[in-house]
């Protein structure tokens, strides 16, 4: 029986084969490392085994060593070390099975949203949602014991490799660039590093770092539908949650059709069967309307939306989007409750009292989940949605200034170098948003700070060059594939890119590029692109 090869195995095959190139050598180095060390294990191990035990034990364990690494090596060449949403499938193993609550597969399973029918009472049930694995574990031990992240022991040569490249005319009139070893925090390269600049959407990171930090890598968005008493109506109450989708396969989001079927089930015990329909959008504040205007890169940022008010079917990326995304979606929930056999009126705007009863509520995956998303697909909505949150959570105005001045307030308290930076929005759609690449590496550098695994996320959400998100179509003939991971930013005459990088001595760099006065955003692109693949192949310690 002859079985035809899969389609998606062979266009893969050619990027797996870079990859094996790209990882060969170094895995021959960590099979000889393994050597060395199985040998000297045998050696201390040979005073407390006996001599007719010996050499078979240290034979069979330097090629049990020996053959493992080989075979995770062949495995790692088959299959890459990320998943099909990008998460590193490594962290995301050893995450599961240290059995830490928290997200990092923002590309969702079932089961890892949380839905509640209320009556009274919460289901808590086993069949209740299992806890999201957490991202805590990726690069724990940073500046710990044990510490298996190199340090750069000297930056001199970035200076000779880096200049010139970041000297580019496609690079425009001005930027700025600072590298960082992630190891030690210290500057290995800067270059205008302090200077202040148009970020475009790296401007992300700061917000992921601030809402992670305010309400916890754990918090989950909730959605309700509420009855006001006596009275007949239903309220759609909107939290603040960018990711609910009224599309039939949820993904693990949080379902505005499992809502519908809970309130609708809770409505038919209490034997009603016509209600009032509204929604309450008050949780933010302000207007909807970002200062750009109507783009596709941005709906009118609302506390209640469904598929973040795309009406062609996309799930990232620029799409034509609704007017009213809180209407838009108490019509598809009114139809929804319909299907039940519940009537219901045309919805209009409301705000659900104290009195109001919880009849049911589903509650988004874990704030480290949507961090991931966002960054990695750099979807604005998500962005704008968490600014607005981190404000809320810490007592301010849940509008677009409210939201920059929580980020710029949570930075500062992290004692984050903020002097120069100014916020307006939290997507970097706003082009008076102005940052430091001084100040986007030591943000990465706080992701990787072991004293704060909640802010892990912003590493692991960042795009895998050549694989993922934004990165996904870069980085695809240039050996960095796999080894550069950064957030991407382009505005017209602007572009960025801050992110990680392996050198070729092991070392993890943080970097961030800067420029401004760009004619052309992809050859600005290239450039930049060529600048962290250097970074990458770079012998530099």
Not at 359 to 387: C, G, H, K
Request: aromatic letters at 2%; glycine letters at 12%.
């Amino acid at each position: 029986m002859v079985v035809p090869e899969l389609r998606a195995w062979r266009a893969a095959r050619p990027r797996l084969a870079r990859l094996a190139r790209t990882a060969r050598p170094r895995l021959q180095r960590a099979v000889g490392a393994v050597k060395e060390q199985v040998r000297q294990v045998a050696q201390a191990a040979a005073g407390r085994v006996p001599r007719s035990a010996r050499s078979r034990n240290a034979q069979f364990t330097a090629v049990a060593a020996t053959t493992g690494l080989a075979l995770a090596a062949a495995v790692v060449t088959a299959a890459g070390p990320w998943d099909s949403s990008g998460q590193r499938t490594a962290e995301r193993d050893r995450a599961v099975a240290l059995e830490h609550a928290g997200g990092t597969d923002h590309g969702r399973r079932s089961g890892t949203s949380r839905t509640s029918r209320t009556s009274g009472t919460s289901d808590t049930s086993a069949g209740g949602p299992r806890p999201a694995p957490s991202a805590v574990p990726v690069l724990v031990g940073l500046g710990e014991g044990g510490n298996q992240v190199k340090s750069a022991s000297d930056g001199r040569a970035l200076a000779g490799l880096l200049d010139p490249l970041l000297a580019d005319p496609a690079l425009g009139t001005r930027h700025s660039a600072a590298v960082v070893d992630v190891a030690t925090g210290e500057r290995l390269y800067g270059r205008g590093a302090d200077d202040a600049l148009t970020p475009a959407s790296t401007t992300k990171i700061a917000t992921a770092v601030a809402a992670l930090s305010a309400l916890g890598a754990d918090h989950r968005l909730t959605t309700r539908a509420a009855l006001e008493p006596d009275t007949g109506e239903v309220i759609l109450v909107g939290g603040g949650d960018p990711t609910l989708t009224a599309r039939k396969d949820a993904h693990g989001w949080a379902s505005l059709r499992t809502l519908a079927d809970a309130t609708a089930a809770a409505l038919t015990r209490r034997g009603l069967h016509e209600v009032t329909l509204s929604y309450d959008t008050t949780l933010f504040a302000g207007p909807e309307l970002h200062p750009i205007g109507v783009n596709e890169n941005l709906a009118p940022v609302s506390a209640l939306m469904a598929d973040e008010a795309r009406t062609d079917g996309s799930t990232s990326g620029p799409a034509p989007r609704a007017g009213e995304p809180a209407a838009d979606a108490a019509r598809a929930f009114g139809r929804l409750l319909s299907a039940h056999g519940i009537r219901v009126s045309a919805p209009g705007p409301s705000k659900a009292t104290g009195r109001a009863e919880t009849l049911a509520t589903v509650s988004s995956p874990p704030l480290s989940d949507l961090v991931e998303r966002m960054l990695t697909n750099s979807d604005n909505d998500i962005a704008e949605a968490l600014a607005r949150q981190t404000a809320a959570a810490t007592g301010g105005r849940a509008d677009f200034a409210g939201g920059a001045d929580a980020i710029a307030a949570q930075l500062g308290k992290l004692g984050l170098p903020i002097t120069g930076a100014s916020f307006h929005d939290g997507s970097g759609l706003n082009r008076a948003d102005r940052l430091t690449a001084g100040l986007l590496t030591a943000l990465l550098l706080k992701a990787a700070d072991p004293a704060h695994p909640e802010l892990r996320p912003v590493l692991t959400g960042l795009p895998v060059a050549g694989f993922t998100g934004t990165l996904a179509g870069r980085y695809t003939s240039d050996g960095a594939a796999g080894v550069v991971r950064a957030k991407t930013g382009t505005l017209t005459g602007v572009n960025a890119l801050a992110g990680t990088a392996v050198d070729q001595d092991g070392h993890l760099l943080a970097f961030a590029f800067l420029a401004e006065g760009t004619t052309s955003p992809d050859t600005a692109q290239s450039a930049l692109d060529r600048t962290a693949t250097a970074l990458a192949s770079c012998g530099c310690g």
